[in-house]
Structures are given as C-alpha cells and as structure tokens.
C-alpha cells in the first residue's frame, strides 16, 4: 500500500516529434492531470513530454522531468523539479517506475521500452493515439479517458 | 544557466544509522532548507535521510525520495515524491546529480560516493560531522552554515 | 566502425519460461553463435538465457551474463564472465547495448523493452517463435537463419 | 559462493591522465592479471585504463571495458569485448561491481567514487601510488603485490 503523504504521481511518455494533434491531447492531459492533483513525470524533453509538461505547469500541477543526458538546461521550461541521470536510455526505465501509471500519446520505440517496463513493473498503461501494439496496454479514445482510467487504476490497488 | 523555472534542489546524504546528534543536524538542514524554498532530494530510505525529510516536510517543504529499491513503499514516510529506481547503487549517482549541490551529514562508504559524484560532476559539497576526508569537499560546522553556503554556491553560477 | 581487436558480441534474450521448442531453439542459436566465433551475451538467468549460455558454452564460445541483481551467484551455471549489474531493468538496456544485433527467442515484456532499446539504438533485431509484433524487428523462421542474419548484419556497417 | 565456471574478473582503475610511473605500474598490473589467468575490467577509456588493457592484452589476457558513453569505437584499442553502457557515471558502479576486487592506480573523484562502491559492497579494494584515503582500501606498494593481494582476497571468500 502507498503510504499517505506519497503524492501521485503519472507518467506521459511519447514522441519528441509529434503529430499536432498529438500536441493537443498532451497537453490537455497535462492540464487534467494537474486538476486532479497529481505530479506528472515525464522524459523532460521536447514534443509530448514538453507539451503535457506545459498543460500541466499552466493549470498549476508539478512538473517532474527525467532527462537521459546530464545537463539540466536540456529540460523544457515547464519543468519545475529535474532529474538529469546521464543514463542514457536508463532513464526510460526510471520514468516508467517513477510513474505510478502511464500514459502513452503517439510515441515510438523509446516509448515502447517505457510501455514494456510500464507493464513488466505492474503499472497500467493507456495508450492515446498510438500504432503500439502491446498485450496489456489499453487503448483509450481520449485525454479525459485516459486521465480517468489512469487514477481509477491506482485506486484498485497499484502497489508497485 | 539554470531555467527560471526550475526549483533550486540540494541533496541531504548521510548514514541510515546516524548519531543523536547526526539526527538533529540533519533534520535542521532540512527545516532550513524549507524555509528557503528549496526542494530537499535524499536516498529516500531512513537515519540521515528521514530525519532532514522529516525536518523539511514538516517546514512545508517538498521532499524527493531518489530510493535503490523499486518499492515505493520503502520510503521514509516523510517523502512527497518516491522515485524506486531498483538500480541499487546507481541510484547513488542520481541523487548525487538531482542535487544542485550536497550537504552530507556524517556518513560512511554509499555517502563517500555520492560526495565523489556530486564534486565529479561540479557541484559544491558540504561536510557536516564528518569522517570522509575528499579534496574539493568543504567542512562546516552548522546545519545553517551549511544550508546557507549550499544555495551561495549555486548563485556563484553552478550549471550543470 | 569498430575498431579490429573488438570481439563480436550477439545478445540472446527471451523468456525466463520458454517453451520446450523455445529451448531448444535458444541452444541452437547459442551453438551456432559459438562456432561463429561470436560471444554471446544474455540476461544471465534461466529459460531462453541459460538454453542459449549452454548451446555456446557447450560450443567452446565465451558466454557473458548481465545480471539484474547484484548477486553473482544468481547466473547460470553456464556464464563464463557475470555481471552483477544491481540496477534491475536497467539491466535491459545493459544488455541491448551490449549486444551488437539481438536474437529474441520467445519472450514478453522485458524482452520487448530490450528489443525496443535495440532497435532505438541502431541495432538489428531478429525474432523467432515471437508474439512481440515491433516494426523494424525481423521475424525469422529457424536458429540458423537468425544468426546469419545477426552477423550479416554487422557486416554491413553497425556502428554503434 | 562463486560457482566454478566463472571467471576470476579484477577490475584496474584509475585516472585517464596519469603520471608516466602510473602507466607503467597499471600495465604491470594488466600484465600479471593476464599470467594469473583473471579478466581484466576496466572502465575502457584512456590513461591507466589503456595502460592495464595493454598489459593485460599483450600477455594474452581478455579485456572488458565498460564505457560511460554509448559508442563502442570510444574504447581503447586494447579492449576485446565492449559494454557501451551509455549511463555516464553509472558505469563507474557497473566497473565496481564486475569487478571481484579492484586496484586502484592512482585516480581523482570518477576513481573514488568506485572505490567506495567496492567497498560498500563487500569488494577488496588495492590502492597504488593513491592519494585517496578511504578506511578499507589497502594500500600497497607495487604492482605485484596488489595482484597477489586481490586474487589471494577472492580465496578468502568474496560471495558478491
């Protein structure tokens, strides 16, 4: 069980070069997320984790990013706390943990390694706007529903 | 240079199994780091780190947990946002490197490492009750020298 | 391109709990990579890694072990050199970057995450008996086809 | 307990800009590594790296060189099997760790931070020519001596 005081929070993963309509539904789930109160993680860098990172940041939620090189000035500038791990494609792994559910928009292989230890690790994955084809994710048709089904599942019990 | 945005971070390092006084020192620096708007990074687990999280969160300040394991529930119960890494050792080298800069409370061989990283990789260290004899490391006598020196050196310009 | 001295090194990933034709393919692949003069390199478990450690060993070839935990015990007994690497998943990207083309055999989740890391990172990627439906992957119908494709491959110019 | 088929792996390290007694000590080291049968680890790159890698080689030892960065063709040319791990100072754990027991060649902070791994986790750790001063490390006073030392330690019973 999460102890109390740990605060929630969700992982969006996806391309650093997306679609504009990938852009949108970033960053609207960015903006839901910090609605409903919890801290989004996401690689730190351009495309869908800047775009989720910047809905997140302007409807006030915090903003966790975990950089693959070790120069924090790489981070977009909606990042409030970084993380720069110099772990190269490690830090896939350590944004799947960080999260305690993922949320996938578009997004190729480095996604992919984060779905895989998204799942692998317990967590629940949803998949927005994605050819990803992966047992165990599960599509969803919007921001909202992804948003809604990411914190639902927490509250079934995700104890990492 | 630092972005605007991000939030300035200093990592507390320093025994699990600490003296009284250790104790005291380090839930001292976490205090004064939360009233200086800081967010506390430390190794999440208990001793050292417990006490300056404890010292934070209870100032209102907000407190990463960077743990070696990946269970979230092995945090100290003062930690906001756990980060369960399972990259045992490796996570030394991401506290070392979430901190702006590094103040060590006592500490032994995990805490020696983290201080070599942390100067490695250009950010100013703080020894406080301490054993560790590194060259670059800067020995002070109080949680408020060491909190207050820790946040000078970061205007002095560290980037990364 | 890699320098003259540097031995070809051919990862086999895959199920820790393959089926009985998963095994035997695993050997296979481990066999053929030995009298190709490659070293193998896997995960370092049970299942696929260690029908592959065996296939090579038994071979004459030089088998390496990327090992999740920090135990060296945890290899298989066929492991010539371990690597206790402590960093868990982590491992995986360990083990795709290790590997200069990659043969899965079987496989789920954390297969998937080193199939993604090594496709991301340039390396080509062969699967046989494979659910895992990842575009830039080649599936291959026999032990044989893989490993001449694997050191096909790198013929044509990986780099890293 | 190790169990008999693995190799007997002592890591070499050190600065990458060390004095010319430096070098030739580490290629002594290299060198009477390779007679007594054991794999040389190193972190790969130059300086005392190179220099033990060129000892060892050249008396028909096998070399792993397990590099910071992600492109293989960084190594030194004495390398004979690469692990780009691309985790930046996270590799200084992974040299630690590969290793059953470490001699130090002089060396900075990347130096000290593997020493303190080794130790922390239970390795016996051998320092030439340092200036380092870590409770645990064993100094000693030429290149025979540490290598007689390190193989005899691994006897006495290191379990990981």
Known sequence: MMALKQKTVIGVIGS???SAVGLEIAAEVGRLLAEA???LVTGGLGGVMAAASKGCAEAGGLVLGILPGDNPDAANP???IVIPTGMGHGRNVLVAQTAQALIAVEGG???LSEVAIGLKTG???FLLESRLQVEGAILVGTAQQAVTAALEALKEGFDG
């Open 16 to 18: 650093a070069e997306p």
């Open 78 to 80: 909606h990042v409030d």
């Open 123 to 125: 967590r629940a994955v």
């Open 109 to 111: 292989l480095g996604t």
């Open 37 to 39: 109160g919890a801290v």
